[in-house]
């Protein structure tokens, strides 16, 4: 159960991110969407586990390797942000959401 101080950053984190994303994403994913589905913040509010649902899914290695590689940077725009909110900023965990791509089998199982 996430407290509501965990949901309050946890939902402030994923606007910034979205904001972030729309923003610079054409030069970190090019042809690719991706949306911030939902952030989790540990108790201790210093990680924040950022769920992604990307399109077209076949990219999700590629946006995955991009992330890796450009955490640093959009921890540190996520913390000019945050800076007046937060004392830390949180380090960021991206993980794919793929219950679209689930939803998406059981349909076809269903016809």
């Given at each position: 159960?996430?407290t ?13 991110i ?5 923003r ?9 969407m ?26 999700r ?15 540190k ?35």
């Open positions: 159960m996430e509501t101080r965990q949901q309050k950053v946890g939902r402030q984190i994923q606007k910034d979205s904001e972030i994303f729309i610079e994403a054409a030069g970190i994913f090019p042809g690719t991706v949306t911030v589905t939902a952030v989790r913040m540990t108790p201790d509010l210093a990680i924040a586990r950022v769920y992604l649902s990307v399109f077209p899914f076949e990219k290695d590629v946006v995955m390797a991009a992330l890796d590689k450009n955490n640093r940077l959009i921890r725009a996520v913390g000019t942000r945050v800076r007046n909110q937060l004392k830390q900023v949180p380090e960021l965990e991206f993980y794919i959401d793929d219950s679209l791509e689930y939803i998406e089998n059981i349909e076809k199982l269903l016809q």
